[in-house]
C-alpha cells in the first residue's frame, strides 16, 4: 500500500481492522519507538521508515454500530452521521468489541460526554448506554477511531518533519462518502482514494520497480518510475476539510 503513496501522504486502510501508515523520511535523528506502533524498513527508500498503527477493532466494530443502532444498513448510518454536529455534540463512544491492540487489551463499550468548563479543560462525565442518545453512536465511533490516530501522530512524526499533505485512504469503508469526509475534517487534510485493492496494487507497483531498476541497470529511484504515470493518475480527491 505504501508504494502508492508520495513523500507528504499518511495512509489510513479501512479494513477488518483499521491500520494506519505513515512513511518517515531519512534522518539523523532515529524514528521513536512506541509500545503501540510497528517500525518498518522502507521499501523503496533507502534508510527510510514507515510507521504503523494497527487496530483490532476496525471495520467489524463500525459494523457492529451500524447494525445495532442503523437498522443495518449503511444508507441509515450514514444519515445519522450527517445529522449530527461535528463533535457530536460532546458525546464520545469507545467501541472495543475484541480486545484491542491500540490501547492494549481494551474490551468493552465505553460512553462519555464532554463540556467546557471554566478553565482551559472540559469536563468529563461517564455515561451507560442508556445514557448515550440512540442516534449519537455513528458519528461516535467515526471519530473516537480518528481521533485515537490523530492523537497519535504528532509523536510519532520527527520534530523537524514537514507537515502531511493529504489522506490516502483504502479497503472497503473508502468508497462511503461520510466516512471519507469524517476522516477529511479530522485529519485537516484533502482525503483522497486509492480503491479497495490498494494493497493488491501497491504490491503490483513494487515488482513492476524492480523490473524497471533492472531494466535501468539496477539505477533509478521509485518517484523517477511513478512520475511516468502523471500525477494523481491512480488519486482520486474525494474530500477536502470542513
Same mark, same amino acid.
Given at each position: 500500500?505504501?508504494?502508492?503513496?508520495?513523500?507528504?501522504?499518511? @495512509? &489510513?486502510?479501512?479494513?477488518?481492522?483499521?491500520?494506519?501508515? &505513515?512513511?518517515?523520511?531519512?534522518?539523523?535523528?532515529?524514528? +521513536?519507538?512506541?509500545?503501540?506502533?510497528? $517500525?518498518?524498513?522502507?521499501?523503496?527508500?533507502?534508510?527510510?521508515?514507515?510507521?504503523?498503527?494497527?487496530? +483490532?477493532?476496525?471495520?467489524?466494530?463500525?459494523?457492529?454500530?451500524?447494525?445495532?443502532?442503523?437498522?443495518?444498513?449503511?444508507?441509515? *448510518?450514514?444519515? $445519522?452521521?450527517?445529522?449530527?454536529?461535528?463533535?457530536?455534540?460532546?458525546?464520545?463512544? *469507545?467501541?472495543?468489541?475484541?480486545?484491542?491492540?491500540? /490501547?492494549?487489551? !481494551?474490551?468493552?463499550? *465505553?460512553?462519555?460526554?464532554?463540556?467546557?468548563?471554566?478553565?482551559?479543560?472540559? %469536563? @468529563?462525565?461517564?455515561?451507560? =448506554?442508556?445514557?448515550?442518545?440512540?442516534?449519537?453512536?455513528?458519528?461516535?465511533?467515526?471519530?473516537?477511531?480518528?481521533?485515537?490516530?490523530?492523537?497519535?501522530?504528532?509523536?510519532?512524526?520527527? /520534530?523537524?518533519?514537514?507537515?502531511?499533505?493529504?489522506? !490516502? &485512504?483504502?479497503?472497503?469503508? %473508502? $468508497?462511503?462518502? !461520510? @466516512?471519507?469526509?469524517?476522516?477529511?475534517? !479530522?485529519?485537516?487534510?484533502?482525503?483522497?482514494?486509492?480503491? +479497495?485493492?490498494?494493497?493488491? =496494487?501497491?504490491?503490483?507497483?513494487?515488482?513492476?520497480?524492480?523490473?524497471?531498476?533492472?531494466?535501468?541497470?539496477?539505477?533509478?529511484? *521509485?518517484?523517477?518510475?511513478?512520475?511516468?504515470?502523471? =500525477?494523481?493518475?491512480?488519486?482520486?480527491?474525494?474530500?477536502?476539510?470542513?
Amino acid at each position: 500500500m505504501i508504494a502508492l503513496s508520495t513523500p507528504g501522504d499518511a @495512509i &489510513l486502510s479501512l479494513g477488518t481492522s483499521t491500520t494506519f501508515l &505513515l512513511s518517515i523520511p531519512p534522518a539523523e535523528t532515529a524514528p +521513536k519507538r512506541f509500545t503501540t506502533s510497528h $517500525l518498518l524498513t522502507h521499501p523503496t527508500t533507502p534508510d527510510a521508515h514507515i510507521a504503523m498503527l494497527c487496530y +483490532k477493532n476496525g471495520a467489524l466494530a463500525r459494523e457492529q454500530v451500524r447494525d445495532q443502532y442503523a437498522d443495518g444498513h449503511w444508507t441509515r *448510518f450514514n444519515e $445519522l452521521v450527517e445529522a449530527r454536529p461535528v463533535g457530536n455534540d460532546g458525546f464520545m463512544g *469507545f467501541y472495543f468489541p475484541l480486545p484491542e491492540i491500540i /490501547p492494549p487489551n !481494551v474490551q468493552g463499550n *465505553f460512553f462519555f460526554s464532554t463540556s467546557p468548563s471554566s478553565s482551559s479543560h472540559s %469536563s @468529563i462525565t461517564t455515561l451507560s =448506554e442508556s445514557d448515550m442518545p440512540f442516534s449519537a453512536h455513528p458519528r461516535a465511533i467515526l471519530e473516537s477511531q480518528f481521533l485515537s490516530i490523530r492523537s497519535r501522530i504528532t509523536a510519532i512524526l520527527p /520534530p523537524d518533519a514537514p507537515p502531511l499533505q493529504r489522506l !490516502v &485512504l483504502s479497503g472497503g469503508s %473508502s $468508497l462511503n462518502p !461520510v @466516512i471519507q469526509q469524517a476522516a477529511a475534517d !479530522v485529519f485537516g487534510m484533502r482525503v483522497f482514494v486509492a480503491g +479497495k485493492e490498494g494493497a493488491a =496494487e501497491g504490491g503490483a507497483q513494487l515488482a513492476r520497480f524492480a523490473w524497471w531498476r533492472a531494466e535501468n541497470g539496477g539505477a533509478g529511484e *521509485f518517484e523517477e518510475m511513478r512520475a511516468m504515470d502523471g =500525477e494523481g493518475a491512480r488519486m482520486k480527491c474525494v474530500a477536502e476539510p470542513d
